[in-house]
């Protein structure tokens, strides 16, 4: 399979007349996209903003972050099985606007969290304060039930994604980037001397506002499933989650998978990357270890050396995740994993739900905990109220300035569990 | 008077220049001049600092009388104003490191004064204080003297200038326990992979998050028919008999005693408790809340279990260093093994 | 079905002492993420009661109210949502009780009834 992600850096966004690029500018008919999106009759208002890098502009309760992009060559535009039709992905070429974002905020219940502040201390905490983002906010229609609210509100954001991409089908890229890998059996004649490496990549697979779609299919109904890396990097696979917001994988972040291009950049230099596998969380003992048995089998089947294993959340995962560890380790499959920590507020508790001894290389992503202090924002899009949310629950989060002291945990993607940004853990 | 931050100094009867294990019953005493260490430590400070005083006490006065003690040191502390208060280096020296252990603590925690210390890593001293006070690591002997000053003379003038001290491994001294958040300079998934190739490769890599570790122990099999059993008690509560004729130490044992029980069916007014560490009121009431003898006596005479062994082991857990329980475990398992005994009931506090 | 009068906290002390007694436990006693944790309801699945205690069924839910307590020191619990998190509670419950039918042939022998509850 060979993919082209050929970026256009975009480096401002605005509304105008023409949703355009010119010279690096993404221009967004307001009007029109907003027409676009209430086609969905399940829709009953949508309200666009922007936030550029560096304004005083927070963003809350964010769903989640989708990257714009359109397919020049090859099948499947847009999200197959979700927003558009069914097409195999993984080849082809896809014109990105690198640099902007689409990020969709509304609270399908009254708890949600996720913020974005895009200045200051919290943009150091979140990756999408460095992107360009076009807020979309969705009000449904009256009578949804929670299930047709969250659907809607995820397949607006993809739809407002492809028509933003569009814009940019006749733009010349500033870089391609190529990824190309052939059969196992191809690849490892190639390299016959280099460690095979396999990626475990976990979703949370739970149930409303705990979901993750791969071709449309919710994974809590699927077995451990092996992936082409580039089925993910073309839109294969998007996040339905709406909770764990400092460690949920954001549709972006499945775009961009940073374990995925990362392993990419060491393909036939280091190692042999094989591919991915997706696997489950579940909620039920019987079902972990289903699911736990049948990823290390995959992992073996496939003749891997070492393996790298991401976890999504915080809890019931910490289980899978050690689980699947020490299956691996057991099979002589040397083993990385990626995941966040709950250490309490100063730090000082036990990191992990669940711990295990074949769990040797850890990287650590962060504390969810760990408190960071934002100061009061020029501009709040989304819902001002969930501020409080975001606060709450113990005494003196909110200053008399009108700063807010939360836990990482509210941010998001500042603990991402695929290595998204660079937060790590020192014992001092 | 000069702009020099003011440093208290804490050291033992020896390392205060009064006299060996004979005198570590001295009361605390408090000289208004730099002794022992507090001189070479003053030295490292560059002139920004000064030790305006030192203050003396026995070892073993202070585990034993630690609320006198305690109270005589903070008395003084309130006094003499210091602006930092530094202990030891206590090395490997268990009760001298739980003084110079516990004293920091107290001050950091009741007069909000920051503390120093130095000690061996295996020092049972560094678990009572380094979540709040900055214990230095050093050699465990005295050997390490002149290793370790100039460390914590440099954290000291670090403390008291208000920078932030760095990495524990880069400044020195013992991981207080902390696990802060910081940025990397390489995002999560680049440094996952760096970490793969170097295991592939069989190269050194480091966790970030390293696992907790537990000392497993396999249990021993099921005692088959108890009632044809022979069981012993061993007991880390420091029972003793009356006047300590093995002269075990209260507090960071260095050595184990055992005692013939046979002609006993329960323990009275002649064993009484030498343990440091808890209020010895009950256990000097009646002995067998620690070491049970007596039920062990009438279940000896129902045929519950065979017999009670000849004799009951005991020694000081508090402030025993693992090193030394390792040794006494040891030791005594192979007597009791030697001995045919089946079973043990080890009673703690 | 056991409702429990009390907070998130009572209910993973009550199936401690279930699964002690060798009950087993069916679901996890925890979310996916923190904030399910802040929930003031939580509904965890237990199965049949058995002669031999499962070790990793007691690990897992030992280590899971030391989490809960780690997570949750010094924090208040989320009244003012409770109606949201009772809804999701409710929702993740449904996919557990799916998934356990299919993996059981739907042969099911829940420990007298199915399920715990908190109330607020």
């Known amino acids: 399979m060979k993919l082209e992600l050929r970026r256009i850096y975009i480096k401002d966004l605005q509304f105008g007349e023409k949703t355009s690029v010119n010279n690096g500018v993404l221009t967004v008919n307001k009007e029109e996209l907003i027409a676009y999106l209430k086609e969905d009759k399940k829709v009953k208002d949508v309200k666009l903003d922007i936030a550029r890098p560096g304004e005083k502009v927070r963003i809350i309760p964010v769903k989640d972050v989708i990257e714009p992009r359109v397919k020049i060559e090859g099948s499947g535009n847009g999200f197959p099985g979700v927003s558009s039709k069914m097409a195999q992905l993984g080849e082809g070429k896809v014109n990105v606007l690198f640099g902007a974002a689409i990020v969709t905020v509304g609270d399908i219940v009254g708890f949600q969290e996720g913020v974005i502040d895009m200045w200051g201390e919290g943009a150091k905490w979140t990756p999408f304060s460095k992107t360009y983002n076009l807020v979309v906010d969705i009000t449904p229609v009256d009578g949804l039930d929670p299930h047709e609210h969250e659907t809607t509100v995820r397949l607006v954001g993809l739809k407002a994604a492809e028509f933003v991409g569009e814009a940019g089908r006749n733009v010349e890229p500033d870089e391609i980037m190529t990824y190309e890998m052939g059969s196992i059996h191809e690849e490892t004649a190639k390299y016959p001397n280099l460690p095979k490496v396999a990626y475990v990549e976990m979703l949370i697979s739970q149930g409303l506002l705990h979901d993750g779609y791969i071709y449309g299919v919710n994974s809590q109904l699927i077995l451990p499933t092996l992936i082409h890396p580039n089925e993910e990097l073309d839109g294969a696979v998007i996040s339905g989650n709406c909770v764990a917001a400092c460690d949920k994988i954001t549709t972006y972040q499945h775009q961009n998978n940073a374990v995925i291009l990362e392993l990419y950049a060491q393909h036939g230099k280091e190692i042999n990357f094989l591919g991915v596998i997706l696997t489950p969380e579940l909620t039920t003992l019987e079902g972990k270890f289903r699911t736990c048995d049948y990823t290390a089998k995959l992992c073996k089947m496939i003749g891997a050396d070492g393996a790298i294993v991401s976890e999504e959340g915080y809890g019931n995962p910490d289980s899978d995740l050690l689980m699947i560890c020490k299956r691996l380790e057991k099979s002589g499959i040397k083993t990385v994993l990626i995941t966040d920590e709950c250490s309490g507020r100063d730090g000082m508790s036990q990191p992990l739900a669940d711990t295990t001894p074949e769990a040797v290389a850890v990287v650590s992503t962060g504390n969810v905990s760990h408190v960071v202090k934002l100061p009061p924002a020029d501009k709040v899009i989304g819902n001002a109220e969930a501020i409080a949310t975001l606060a709450g629950g113990w005494d003196g989060s909110l200053g008399d300035d009108g700063s807010l002291s939360c836990e990482l945990n509210a941010v998001i993607g500042s603990t991402s569990e695929i290595g998204y940004h660079n937060c790590t853990v020192k014992l001092y | ?349 | 079905m056991f409702f429990i009068e009390g907070t998130f906290e009572d209910v993973l002390i009550k199936i401690r002492d279930y699964v002690h007694q060798g009950v087993e436990l069916v679901s996890h006693p925890l979310g996916a993420s923190i904030r399910i944790l802040f929930s003031p309801y939580r509904s965890v699945i237990l199965g049949e009661k058995n002669n031999k205690i499962n070790a990793y069924h007691i690990e897992i839910i030992e280590s899971s109210i030391i989490s809960y307590r780690n997570i949750n020191a010094g924090r208040k619990i989320d009244y003012k949502n409770a109606h949201d998190y009772a809804l999701i509670d409710v929702e993740l419950l449904k996919v557990s009780l799916k998934s356990f039918k299919e993996i059981n042939n739907n042969h099911i022998n829940l420990f007298g009834g199915d399920s715990f509850e908190t109330g607020a």
């Open chain 2, 1 to 349: 008077m000069s702009d020099k931050y003011k440093v208290l100094y804490y050291v033992n009867q020896f390392f205060g220049q009064i006299g060996g294990e004979e005198k570590a019953g001295m009361e605390p005493v408090f000289k208004n001049e730099k002794i022992g260490p507090a001189v070479g430590f003053e030295s490292f400070l560059k002139g920004n600092g000064e030790v305006i005083g030192t203050i003396i006490c026995g070892d073993n006065y202070f585990n034993e009388h630690k609320n006198e003690a305690l109270s005589f040191i903070m008395k003084t502390v309130k006094e003499v104003k210091p602006d930092i208060v530094v202990t030891g280096p206590a090395f490997n020296a268990g009760r001298y490191g739980m003084a110079c252990g516990v004293i920091a603590k107290t001050i950091v925690e009741e007069l909000d004064i920051p503390a120093v210390t130095g000690m061996y890593i295996e020092n049972p001293g560094v678990d009572t204080c380094k979540d709040k006070v900055i214990v230095v690591s050093t050699p465990d002997s005295a050997a390490g003297m002149r290793k370790a000053l100039p460390v914590m003379a440099a954290i000291t003038d670090k403390l008291m200038k208000g920078e932030e001290l760095g990495l524990p491994e880069e400044e020195g001294y013992i991981p207080q326990g902390k696990r802060l958040t910081v940025f990397s300079d390489k995002r999560g998934s680049q440094r996952a992979v760096e970490m793969l190739i170097a295991r592939l490769k069989g190269e050194g890599f480091k966790t970030e998050l390293p696992m907790p570790e537990f000392d497993k122990v396999e249990p021993a099999p099921p005692i088959k028919d108890l009632s044809k059993a022979t069981i012993a008690l061993v007991t880390s509560g420091g029972i003793v008999p009356k006047g300590n004729p093995d002269r075990i130490q209260s507090a960071s044992a260095q050595k184990w005693g055992k005692y013939d029980i046979t002609a006993l069916d329960k323990l009275e007014a002649d064993y009484c408790t030498i343990h440091g560490g808890y209020d010895p009121v009950y256990a000097n009431e009646k002995p067998d809340r620690i070491v049970p003898l007596d039920i062990l006596r009438q279940y000896e005479k129902e045929g519950i279990i065979g017999k009670v062994s000849q004799y009951f082991y005991t020694t000081t857990g508090t402030g025993t260093s693992v090193g030394n329980s390792i040794k006494f475990g040891k030791e005594i398992g192979a007597e009791l093994k030697a001995d045919g005994v089946d079973g043990v009931i080890l009673t703690s506090t």
